[in-house]
């Protein structure tokens, strides 16, 4: 493609109109003239699809291909050099801007490539990343029916099934939001409404001391909740877990009673099914038995776990989820839908979750449309502007099955078992624990310490690997696995295998 | 494209792996073979060529074809018998598949057809749609350098640029985040935390009753934010606007001291540069001067308004933003980037923001990286895994320079001129206010009312109109237009002109 082919929009600027073209005679407005439109979308053909050839090329066959680097390291100074990155008062070529987009992909991290096992998400799903572009083109966004009929009948479709997946039979709500963390935080606002539906409208400052409860393995989207929800962080109660990492339940009631005793006002119980580290499942049932007796929300953080639910095999990690009074679920990790694509799910059947959020804004939730407007489901949202996340997931489902989903999470849990009995058998390898999901925590133990005794100093030294390996690996781009100390435990690697294109 | 076309995924199942293509014995695990990807990439291309042409056809060139329709009616109940929508437990074919794709788009309203006016955003952007398509095939997340170190620079260049643009010379802060809600959202914390670093642990039932000022035009996000955050809606004390939409300082002042005799702590100010209705900007200038009396907050909701900053005609209207202390600014708007592109840009260089929302999480934000951790930014924000959406920005503000996007600004001031003007000119026309911005606010008035005495009556007649004009035009697909009532007044509507597609 050469600079000839530029854009129209550069060949019409607004200063020169063409009267042979314009039908009317020239409208000038403040200097402005407005005959005809400044940009022709026709005119835009070839950049796109020159740049849709790149994207297939290097951001979808090359980002995949396992004979391919995984990242090419540059130190952030370095990177600044080469891409470039200030923004001045000219534009430039399309020629250029493709040199540009060539850049980005080439110099970015590439979740996709079968060598990426650092976050709990991976791997290529065509099917998604079709629904998504079709998403960036459309620019829906999710207030009312009236501007995305499709992406609201798929939103509510997609929550249906999952709520059906959780066990909850009928009816219930939901909405898919910007990420987990947001769930989450969805959760507490939820379950404090609930408890005190004051609270909305005269904040906190108006009731006692709130109190909610997780375990020390949650995920650390439970504290930013606090802090943001005004809540603090100091009222979010710490729950000890067990050498697997699941929440002891016997402790979780003692801290209730130290809580009431204290005077504050328990009002939550976070589960967490799939910690971020260890993969570890909460015991949902007995926590749900407490919550009953206590009267407390239970919210389950099944954003990494949930995709266990999937399998007729593993779903039992989850036994007792339908008692949950809410649930997030990430379809994007396990179950490689397109980042993001977050789903909180709510068992109430009485609007909960409309009260809670509802502001009614009269631009946009008119009451006098033409239609039924409890379709308009943006009124349940702290957003204004909400992407359809839900159908990235909904296509790759169409497309798949329940089915082949299955077999993707039954993979994922055997190649985990699989790494872990590799992982013992090596020299130089330890095991941290089993897993009881997708995460293989271990560590690298490198010759020269291999003989050395059991000692403070000894683990002192193994923390130093990990960084060292993970640094050496990633300017060969050769791997990417992510690692972290963890209580008193020594840097260690948590690999993560989900991608089907990984062998 | 025919069915036999179909993925390779289908092709080789896990349960029956071809012991030649293997290099190793099958290994089994749990039931499941583990030998080679079952997924791959090179067996999807030409799926994704097929759809890549179908996005471009229907969603890119079709869409934005004046000559088609906006929208394609049809109500709940019929779309969802349409879209087949249930997920089951079998998958379908790629042909099938594609021709979901083609459905849902066919049915999804054209936001980026030249005929659509319904929200503050509209138009088709060739450069940040290709920039969208490059972030969803690459799935980055914007936690770390080490995972996005190309989004990290680029989302860094870019608040650089914008805070360059408000005014503040150096130094700042800022982030990229789900929306302008969610902005305005981060303001409200960070005022609060600002005021009060205590809020953060111990919650606000440590603390006096908090108050925060925005005026009665403001966007709905800001009354949700107070829920949200745990302030309550009522402690947003709603200062009264002139006949233009406008604050009134004066009013500000006194309530103020209301909120003062009440016992209750002021601790920001939200002004709105840009309202959602009229495009009424608040006089930031006097309101900064009461902010810094009072020692308050002042945050500005440039969400819609921001836009006005890149022309050297118009962006007096925000004059005094650099004394904000945050501001909201969406480019997904009148700068037409896709759908969500949102910063939150922070005048503090003490790293206010960091401070405020981080929570350490020693899995994700190591400290004994082997690069500067300063880069991982991800710890500044209330999501874990975010989208870089400034990168859809750069990429077109580097095509088109800072001088066209200021020319798209100063036609879509003008284009809002000459509506004016047209609308004024017109029988059965009456427009509500001359547009300070891009909102042109009118009436339509049917024959059968022209000649009426003006009266409770009458007005009560034309409330609805515009009901029954939207769902018109909806049905015909002919065109799509905000209306709202406001206050005392009865519907209007609301026309928002921007794309430069737009003719």
Known sequence: MDSDTEMHRKESSSENPDPVKAKCPPVLVDDVYLNGPTLDVNGAEDFIRESMRIITEDAVKKATDVREKVCEWHSPEDLKELLDLQLTDEGESDTRILERCRDAIRYSVKTTHPRFFNQLYAGMEPYSMVASFIIEALKPSLYTYEVSPVFTLVEDAVLRKMREVIGWKEGGDGIFN?????????????????????????????????????????????????????????????????????????????????????????????????????????????????????????????????????????????????????VAWNPHKMLMACLQCCAFLVRDKTGLLQRCYSARASYLFQQDKFYDVSYDTGDKSVQCSRKPDAFKFWLMWKALGSKELEQRVDRAFAMAKYLAQEVKKREGFRLLMEPEYANVCFWYIPPSLRDLPDSTELWEKIHKVAPVVKERMMKKGSMMVGYQPHGDKANFFRMIIISPQMN
């Open 178 to 326: 910007a990420g987990g963390s947001l769930s989450n935080m969805y959760a507490v606002n939820l379950a404090r409404y609930h408890h005190c539906p004051d609270v909305k409208e005269l904040g906190l400052s108006a009731v006692p001391r709130l109190v909610l409860f997780t375990s020390q393995e949650c995920h650390y989207s439970i504290s930013k909740a606090a802090a943001f929800l005004g809540i603090g962080t100091k009222n979010v109660y710490v729950v000890p877990s067990d050498n697997r990492g699941k929440m002891i339940p016997t402790a979780l009631e003692e801290l209730i009673q130290t809580a009431k005793s204290e005077g504050a006002v328990p009002f939550m119980v976070n589960a967490t099914a799939g910690t971020t580290v260890l993969g570890a499942f909460d015991p949902i049932e007995e926590i749900a038995d407490i919550c009953e007796k206590h009267n407390l929300w239970l919210h389950v953080d099944a954003c990494w776990g949930g995709a266990a639910l999937m399998s007729a095999k593993h779903k039992h990690l989850l036994k007792g989820v339908h008692r949950a009074n809410s």
